[in-house]
């Protein structure tokens, strides 16, 4: 028995999540963004870029600011490849990390894959955070933060 959903609003269940990124992949991709409380970018050839969440990395400067790239992938099909691309676009960047949200869950190439590429040393807490990390639409829905959540209090206060 199929199930009609209309999408009207802010996911708030894997059903919605689901719905949403089947009728509109960049109202999709900018809904997780906003979930790890990012920035999402412009849809325009962003090279896997769908978002930045912006962390003070130094409590001697205010200005010193660092990023963590976030891409978004809401599709059934998933990689290692993807894990490499978003590890080419930190390294290509001026980015100290690199996010990559899925719809569904990563396989174990793609944790192994995430696990290569070290961790990031935060200056201002001494805490160590992977330098890319796999999170899934079901851990943000379920509010599972603990993946860093220190560095994403850091971004809002």
């Not at 999402?40 to 790239?69: M, Q």
């Not at 059934?76 to 100290?96: C, F, H, Y």
């Not at 793609?110 to 696990?115: D, F, H, I």
């Amino acid at each position: 028995m199929s199930k009609t959903f209309r999408v009207d609003g802010i996911p708030q269940d894997m059903e919605g999540a689901n719905a949403l990124a089947e009728a509109n992949k960049i109202d999709f991709e900018r809904w997780a963004v906003s979930k790890v409380i990012g920035q999402p970018t412009k849809a325009s050839g962003d090279e896997g870029i769908d978002g930045k969440i912006f962390f003070a990395r130094t409590y001697k400067e205010p200005l010193d600011v660092g990023i963590c790239i976030v891409s978004v992938k809401g599709g059934d099909n998933l990689n290692p490849g993807m894990v490499r691309d978003l590890a080419g676009t930190v390294s290509g960047s001026e980015s100290q990390m690199g996010l990559l949200i899925t719809r569904v869950p990563p396989s174990e190439g793609m944790v192994r894959e995430a696990a290569k590429h070290g961790s990031y040393l935060h200056e201002a807490t001494g805490s160590v955070y992977p330098k890319l990390q796999i999170l899934t639409v079901s851990q943000l829905l379920d509010g599972n933060q603990s993946y860093n959540e220190k560095l994403w209090m850091l971004t809002i206060s």
